[in-house]
């Protein structure tokens, strides 16, 4: 398959977030790409989000906040902010611009602010190839494809997760 050659390991730190609570695990990834209108992931693909750093991660967490949950502020609970080391085998990067070439994405990476077509295309990544995720840019910074987000197929990665290390969970979300 053409993408194959595109496939690379990948090793990094990335960031998640999670509700700042003693109940709330880490490692269970049970809910994950459950949820509906997830831009990366048809509703019930075991999918985990990772933001490449604490900026996008913070801004993610305000913007499904606002639009996606329409809370108010003050009704938010702080979130725990996890850096983790993450060390896969085969990931695409959805950033470059020969992979957009390859499968006819003329109009990345402005076509991933629809979730359709986001959707569309992890789907053919997920059918086509053995990736275990991808590395995609950051819609919070569309402009700099330096910023990125790593979408990890569940599916296709080993459990337990041998692959993510928890390095730092001392930072704080929270409303001011």
Not at 42 to 67: C, K, S
Not at 90 to 96: H, I, K, M, N, T
Not at 126 to 139: D, F, K, Y
């Amino acid at each position: 398959m053409a993408l194959d050659r595109f496939l690379a390991p990948w090793q990094g730190e990335a960031f998640r977030h999670l509700p700042d609570v003693a109940t709330v695990n880490f490692f269970d990834f049970s809910r994950a790409g459950q949820g509906a209108g997830n831009r990366w992931n048809d509703q019930g693909q075991p999918t985990l989000y990772l933001a490449g750093d604490l900026a996008i991660a913070m801004g993610e967490w305000t913007r499904h906040m606002q639009v996606d949950q329409g809370l108010p502020a003050m009704s938010v609970r702080p979130r725990r902010v996890y850096q983790a080391a993450v060390s896969l085998d085969a990931v695409l990067d959805l950033r470059d611009p020969a992979v957009w070439q390859t499968i006819a994405l003329d109009d990345a990476p402005t076509c991933f602010l629809d979730p359709g077509k986001a959707q569309a295309t992890a789907r053919y990544v997920r059918t086509m190839t053995t990736a275990q995720g991808l590395l995609v840019p950051s819609i919070m910074f569309l402009d700099d494809l330096s910023r990125w987000n790593l979408v990890l197929f569940l599916d296709r990665l080993p459990t337990p997760p041998a692959w993510l290390r928890i390095v730092d969970q001392s930072r704080l979300l929270q409303v001011p």
